[in-house]
Nanobody, 123 residues
Framework: QVQLEESGGGLVQAGDSLRLSCAAS????????MAWFRQAPGNEREFVAA????????NYADSMKGRFTISRDNAKNTVYLQMNSLKPEDTAVYYC????????????????WGQGTQVTVSS
């Protein structure tokens, strides 16, 4: 059983930065991928970024590339999402996910999910 817990969200102004953390507890398996998704009210859950647990390969949604950076610390069983130059349209609940599909961009491919952390960006 794997449990994921996000933290680091909050209320910021446009142009600010945030670093989200996703702490994984329980067993973590090599070859798995970790990902960040986000969902704004009334919108579909959308892919943000993914990283492989072992090799650190990454995949980003085109709209996030350049501003967001996903990373991981295997020793701490933690995945991070560094968000820079935040915009109001980044406002959403950000979810951490884990699964065996390599760098999957589809939410259904992930079987473990955190409860989400709210990111609100004011203009």
């Amino acid at each position: 059983q794997v449990q994921l817990e996000e933290s680091g969200g909050g209320l910021v102004q446009a142009g600010d930065s945030l670093r989200l953390s996703c702490a994984a507890s329980g067993r973590t398996f090599s070859g798995w991928s970790m990902a960040w998704f986000r969902q704004a009210p009334g919108n579909e859950r959308e892919f943000v970024a993914a990283i492989t647990w072992s090799g650190g390969s990454t995949n980003y949604a085109d709209s996030m590339k350049g501003r967001f950076t996903i990373s991981r610390d295997n020793a701490k069983n933690t995945v991070y999402l560094q968000m820079n130059s935040l915009k109001p349209e980044d406002t959403a609940v950000y979810y951490c996910a884990a699964g065996r599909w390599s760098l999957a961009t589809i939410a259904a491919r992930y079987v473990y999910w955190g409860q989400g952390t709210q990111v609100t960006v004011s203009s």
